[in-house]
């Protein structure tokens, strides 16, 4: 299948776009802009190339033009209003290159290169993030540019960051497999019940074999610990953003006995679900 090839809707005369992120981008897509998103309250599965992670709040994400990507986020809640990232689109025209030739422009341009294969950034420089790209969202004419300009400046002056994806955009046009977008989404979709690889695996039309061969290559990860990581990462936004008791939100996010929630959560958090609670209720 090839994904889904976008065409990014800019204000008249306007070299670049601001807007929130809802709970409907999670399909495959490309498009020939830079991308920056900045996760503020959901959660979910991130993909980016042939790298599949899970984020939760102030996941700060930069794509390159034609980079594939997507956003799984966590089942909607009653009161989900759906706004749970911002997101930047701008054309590298836009920014135009005498600038981008000029010596103090370097850092951008190495920025802009890295971003072929996705950037992802600490939480730390996505909070920094977060005013400059609120700010986008209302302003116009010089104000906006200058807010794009200190949010770039912010990005390249990050001391901390990773790249993503091990290929890079270029072919990302090219026929791709899908498989891994249904078994995100079906995930994402039942995470709260028990998922046997076989059930998972049909979604993938693939025998449960040959299913777990090609998720572990294309993840990293294994299957079940994928879901533990989904499960867990759950469990974190209730227990930050609700006052369910630790033994409701054990069922609540699929885990089958509280002492294997125990087990997982301290795996992937470091930490026990009651010290991860505690530091937010300081």
Request: glycine share 6%.
């Amino acid at each position: 299948m090839i994904p889904e090839i976008i065409s990014i809707r800019h204000d008249e005369g306007s070299g670049f776009r601001t807007e929130w992120v809802d709970n409907e981008s999670s399909f495959l897509h490309l498009h020939p802009e830079y991308e920056i998103v900045l996760n503020i309250t959901g959660n979910g599965t991130r993909v980016a190339g042939d790298s599949v992670e899970i984020f939760d709040r102030y996941d700060l994400v930069v794509f390159g033009p034609d980079l594939k990507h997507f956003w799984n986020f966590y089942r909607k809640d009653e009161n989900d209003t759906g706004r749970h990232a911002i997101m930047v689109h701008f054309r590298r025209e836009s920014l135009g290159d005498q600038l981008l030739s000029q010596f103090e422009t370097t850092e951008l341009r190495r920025l802009l290169d890295d971003s072929a294969r996705g950037i992802a950034f600490t939480a730390e420089t996505g909070m920094a993030a977060e005013g400059p790209m609120r700010r986008m969202l209302t302003e116009t004419g010089m104000k906006k540019m200058v807010s794009l300009f200190t949010l770039l400046e912010i990005l390249c002056s990050a001391g901390k960051f990773k790249l993503l994806s091990g290929e890079s955009s270029a072919g990302s046009r090219d026929m791709l497999d899908s498989r891994l977008t249904e078994v995100c989404t079906f995930v994402r979709e039942n995470f709260f019940r028990p998922i046997p690889v076989k059930e998972v695996a049909a979604v993938a039309k693939m025998s449960p074999h040959s299913f777990s061969r090609f998720f572990s290559r294309s993840t990293g990860s294994g299957f079940v610990d994928y879901v533990n990581q989904v499960r867990s990462n759950k469990a974190c936004y209730l227990l930050r953003e609700t006052d369910h008791q630790i033994n409701e939100i054990v069922f609540e996010c699929g885990f089958a006995t509280v002492s294997n929630f125990n087990k997982q959560f301290r795996k992937h958090t470091g930490m026990s679900a009651r010290d991860y609670r505690a530091q937010y209720r300081s």
